[in-house]
T-cell receptor
Framework: GQQVMQIPQYQHVQEGEDFTTYCNSSTTLSNIQWYKQRPGGHPVFLIQLVKSGEVKKQKRLTFQFGEAKKNSSLHITATQTTDVGTYFCAGDGGGGFKTIFGAGTRLFVKA | KAGVTQTPRYLIKTRGQQVTLSCSPISGHRSVSWYQQTPGQGLQFLFEYFSETQRNKGNFPGRFSGRQFSNSRSEMNVSTLELGDSALYLC?????????????FGEGSRLTVL
């Protein structure tokens, strides 16, 4: 079945450093979504990318969708302690109505 | 607008028992998905319901079942519980009708099997 792979699994950064997580799918995706889960919380939707090569920004967060619609990335500029949590990418699992999540990248930010 | 509500939030069961978890989606949302979250496996898709019909399911044994009612509320049931079923069970609702869209998650039901 379709798989969504995400790296790295963990990332420790010093506050102010940049952070990037990468997502790769075994098949072409109709769209890619990104979620953030704070420790002890539930996943919260951040953004959805639909178009090939699409780039979207939310303040310090930059999201990219690859030209082939099989990979995506999330880049955070100048991390803050409020950025801690796990970032998940998610894509259509094929056959419709099945959103498959990557394993997530847990971000630790040291003040 | 109220968010996704899951009950109970926490529960402890013993092996062999069964459990029923409930999810009330955001008003107007007709799609409900269920996920199992464990530290080692991440978020694993269980099933998705829309207008009382299961449209897709993940790779879980038949002990895991679900249903959706006419008011879009959903329940999932796990029978003959095993230790490995200990997890956070997340419900997510969505407006989507014919394609995937933004998922709104509830706080989850944390199940511990002893």
């Amino acid at each position: 079945g379709q798989q969504v792979m995400q790296i790295p699994q963990y990332q420790h950064v010093q506050e102010g450093e940049d952070f990037t997580t990468y997502c790769n799918s075994s098949t072409t995706l109709s769209n890619i979504q990104w979620y953030k889960q704070r420790p002890g919380g539930h996943p919260v939707f951040l953004i959805q990318l639909v178009k090939s090569g699409e780039v979207k920004k939310q303040k310090r967060l930059t999201f990219q969708f690859g030209e082939a619609k099989k990979n995506s990335s999330l880049h955070i500029t100048a991390t803050q302690t409020t950025d801690v949590g796990t970032y998940f990418c998610a894509g259509d699992g094929g056959g419709g109505f099945k959103t498959i999540f990557g394993a997530g990248t847990r971000l630790f930010v040291k003040a | 607008k109220a968010g996704v509500t899951q009950t109970p939030r926490y529960l402890i069961k013993t092996r062999g028992q069964q459990v029923t978890l409930s999810c009330s989606p955001i008003s107007g949302h007709r799609s409900v998905s269920w996920y199992q979250q464990t530290p080692g496996q991440g978020l694993q898709f269980l099933f998705e319901y829309f207008s009382e019909t299961q449209r897709n399911k993940g790779n879980f044994p038949g002990r895991f079942s679900g249903r959706q009612f006419s008011n879009s509320r959903s329940e999932m049931n796990v029978s003959t519980l095993e230790l490995g079923d200990s997890a956070l069970y997340l419900c997510a609702s969505s407006l989507r009708g014919d394609r995937t869209g933004e998922l709104f998650f509830g706080e989850g039901s944390r199940l511990t099997v002893l």
